[in-house]
């Protein structure tokens, strides 16, 4: 069983930056391959950035350049740094760990407005 707990959103203005923790709670947290996505209202929930247990990377498209996430194993923590932000980043934005099922976090929102 793992517990997710998301931190780190709120209000920034166009050009600015947020990063998002995500702590996580259980066992194994370094076996688990994890990810954020974001759900925009009337949008389905897309992946924004993934990371593997050993460390490989994977952006969506949109934010390739601008996002980075990593991992810190030994605080059991995910981190999302997003810099350049835009206003369509605007969304809530989830944390999930997967093994043989996949966790979610209860979601962090993250508003990019002038």
């Known amino acids: 069983q793992v517990q997710l707990v998301e931190s780190g959103g709120g209000l920034v203005q166009p050009g600015g930056s947020l990063r998002l923790s995500c702590a996580a709670s259980?066992?194994?947290?370094?076996?688990?391959?994890m990810g954020w996505y974001r759900q925009a209202p009337g949008k389905q929930r897309e992946l924004v950035a993934s990371?593997?247990?050993?460390?490989?990377?994977n952006y969506a498209d949109s934010v390739k350049g601008r996002f980075t996430i990593s991992r810190d194993n030994a605080k059991k923590t995910v981190y999302l740094q997003m810099d350049s932000l835009k206003p369509e980043d605007t969304a809530v934005y989830y944390c999930s760990a997967h093994m043989s099922r996949t966790y979610w976090g209860q979601g962090t929102q993250v508003t990019v407005s002038s």
């Open positions: 259980g066992s194994f947290f370094s076996a688990y391959a």
């Open positions: 990371i593997t247990s050993g460390g490989s990377t």
